[in-house]
Antibody, heavy 119, light 107 residues
Framework: EVQLVESGGDLVQPGGSLRLSCVAS????????MTWLRQAPGKGLEWVAN????????NYLDSVKGRFTISRDNAKSSLYLEMNTLRAEDTAVYYC????????????WGQGTLVTVSS | DIQMTQSPSSVSASVGDRVTITCRAS??????LAWYQQKPGKAPKLLIY???NLQTGVPSKFSGSGSGTDFSLTISSLQPEDSATYYC?????????FGPGTKVDIK
């Protein structure tokens, strides 16, 4: 059974930092691009960043470039998102998901972790 | 970036009705389109990939069609458990982008 478990979400002040983690199981983690997505309260889905299987390529949403860093540890089947200089508009539930480039879909999603940026 | 639009933004239909949601891309994306269902408080669930391919385990009442810029998701016979928000997502290029969602309610 595929499982993705996100953690690390918290209440943080504007300008603060957080590190999100996602531990995967039940599929070949190292074979997939991995993706972070988010959903602000009551809003739609937004892709945030993704990383290639070997970490050699990374892509970011323009609004998080220079502030967020995606990374992975294939030996631990884990995905990370380092978030710095957080803003109120970063408040959202953050999800991780493997991205199947051959089909274009995000087959499995974790339960999400809530990041709240507020003073 | 490729912009995705959906219509309608919400629809209310009766049990047994056929419901169709449309999605339009701001530029051609071939068949690189996926559809998701999201229920309140839950993560999205992949229904359709590559425009018309049913994800494993998804009931056949869901179907997708289209290519290029215009796509649709059809629920052939609406049931109470289909009450949810539905999103399209283009997979032609990064950044992956989603439509704003269509909320489907039961009358």
């Amino acid at each position: 059974e595929v499982q993705l478990v996100e953690s690390g979400g918290d209440l943080v002040q504007p300008g603060g930092s957080l590190r999100l983690s996602c531990v995967a199981s039940g599929f070949s983690f190292s074979s997939y691009w991995m993706t972070w997505l988010r959903q602000a309260p009551g809003k739609g889905l937004e892709w945030v960043a993704n990383i290639k299987q070997d970490g050699s390529a990374r892509n970011y949403l323009d609004s998080v470039k220079g502030r967020f860093t995606i990374s992975r540890d294939n030996a631990k089947s884990s995905l990370y998102l380092e978030m710095n200089t957080l803003r109120a508009e970063d408040t959202a539930v953050y999800y991780c998901a493997p991205y199947d480039t051959s089909r274009g879909g995000l087959d499995y999603w974790g339960q999400g972790t809530l990041v709240t940026v507020s003073s | 970036d490729i912009q995705m639009t959906q219509s309608p933004s919400s629809v209310s239909a009766s049990v047994g009705d056929r419901v169709t949601i449309t999605c339009r891309a701001s530029q051609g994306i071939s068949s690189w389109l996926a559809w998701y269902q999201q229920k309140p408080g839950k993560a999205p669930k992949l229904l359709i990939y590559a425009a018309s391919n049913l994800q494993t385990g998804v009931p056949s009442k869901f179907s997708g069609s289209g290519s290029g810029t215009d796509f649709s998701l059809t629920i052939s016979s609406l049931q109470p458990e289909d009450s949810a928000t539905y999103y399209c997502q283009q997979a032609n290029s990064f950044p992956l982008t989603f439509g704003p969602g269509t909320k489907v309610d039961i009358k």
